[in-house]
C-alpha cells in the first residue's frame, strides 16, 4: 500500500515525520508537503502559477519518498495522486501542532489536504494536536500508525473525512475516544497594524481568543475530557432546514424580477488602462504620471 503524507507546517516541521515513522511499518509512504509553513491556507490551489516541486533529501526516516512543494497543502495532494503517486491507496495530514476544532475545520489546510484526498475517492486522514508550543507528537503518530493499519487490513475505507485532535498528552493519559461533530468554536480574528520600512500602515490578521462552545458529543468537548476526537467531515455544506427568513427573503427577491432597467457599460478601456498602471495583464509600461494611481485598488482578471 502506498502512503500519501502532507501537512500545512511545512516539510520541515517535526509533526509531520514523527507521523511518518510510524506510518513506514504499513505501506510506502510518499511525502508531497509545502516547502514551508501554509497554516490556514484552507483548500486554496494555485491555479494561476507553476508549481516548483524539489526531491527532499533531507528526510530523518529512511525509505521515504519525499518531495518539497512550492505550493499549498492542497497543491501537494492533488500533484501527488494526478501525477507523483497516482496509486497512493489512503491520504494523511498531519501531525498538526495545533487544534483543527470546530469552525477551523475550514480554514485549516491540514484538514483542506485531507479533502482532497476524499474528492478522489480515497481514506484520508487530517490528525491535529492541541499543542502549539510544545506539542507531544507520540501519540498522534501512533494513532496514525494503527489508522495506517486498519486502512491496510481492508477497513475503515469510509467515504468521508476523518478529521482527529488529540489533547496534547502522552498515550497513557489519554481517557478514550469519541466520535464528535464540529462543536461552534469560533475566534474573533484580531487586526494588528505596523508599519512597514516607509512608513506605510500594513496589517497583520491574528487568531484572537478563542470562543469556546463545549456542549456535549463535540470535538471541543472531547480533547476537553482529554480524549480522542474524530469528526467525520464530508464537503457538503448545504443546511437542508429552510427557515422562514430564506422563504421570506426568496419572495422579496422574487417581486423584483421584473425586466431589469439596463446599466450603461463600462468604458472598455478601463481594464486595459488600470492594468497597464499596475503592471498587469499588458506588455506597455505605465506612463509614469498613472503610476501615482496605482495603489488605487485591483482589478478582476
Ligand atoms: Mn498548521
Not at 429552510?242 to 424580477?257: D, K, N, S, Y
Request: net charge negative.
Amino acid at each position: 500500500m502506498r502512503i500519501l503524507v502532507t501537512n500545512d507546517d511545512g516539510i520541515l516541521a517535526p509533526g509531520l515525520w514523527a507521523l511518518v515513522r510510524e506510518l513506514v511499518p504499513f505501506g510506502e509512504v510518499w511525502v508531497v508537503a509545502p516547502d514551508r509553513e501554509q497554516s490556514g491556507i484552507g483548500t486554496a490551489l494555485t491555479l494561476l502559477q507553476p508549481l516548483r516541486v524539489h526531491e527532499f533529501t533531507y528526510a530523518p526516516v529512511p525509505d521515504v519518498h519525499a518531495y518539497a512543494v512550492q505550493g499549498t497543502p492542497s497543491d501537494c495532494v492533488v500533484l501527488a495522486l494526478e501525477h507523483l503517486v497516482p496509486d497512493a491507496e489512503c491520504v494523511f495530514s498531519g501531525i498538526n501542532a495545533g487544534a483543527n476544532l470546530g469552525d477551523d475545520a475550514l480554514l485549516s489546510g491540514t484538514v483542506a489536504a485531507a479533502f482532497h484526498g476524499y474528492f478522489r475517492g480515497l481514506p484520508s486522514f487530517a490528525i491535529s494536536l492541541m499543542g502549539i508550543r510544545a506539542p507531544q507528537f507520540e501519540a498522534s503518530a501512533r494513532l496514525g500508525g494503527l489508522l495506517a493499519q486498519l486502512v491496510a487490513q481492508g477497513q475503515l475505507r469510509e467515504p468521508f473525512v476523518l478529521s482527529i485532535n488529540l489533547p496534547n498528552i502522552p498515550w497513557e493519559e489519554l481517557r478514550g475516544i469519541e466520535i464528535t461533530h464540529l462543536a461552534r468554536r469560533t475566534y474573533r480574528d484580531e487586526v494588528v497594524e505596523t508599519r512597514d520600512a516607509w512608513g506605510r500602515p500594513q496589517y497583520w490578521l491574528r487568531r484572537g481568543t478563542p470562543k469556546w462552545e463545549e456542549e456535549e458529543g463535540t470535538d471541543v468537548w472531547a480533547v476537553r475530557q482529554q480524549r480522542v476526537s474524530i469528526t467525520p467531515l464530508h464537503s457538503n455544506l448545504t443546511v437542508l432546514e429552510v427557515t422562514p427568513g430564506l422563504l421570506q427573503a426568496r419572495e422579496v427577491l422574487g417581486q423584483h424580477l421584473t425586466p431589469p432597467e439596463l446599466l450603461p457599460p463600462f468604458d472598455p478601456n478601463w481594464v486595459r488602462r488600470a492594468g497597464r498602471i499596475m503592471g498587469v495583464g499588458t506588455e506597455e509600461a505605465a506612463h509614469p504620471d498613472e503610476v501615482a494611481l496605482g495603489d488605487a485598488g485591483s482589478s478582476e482578471p
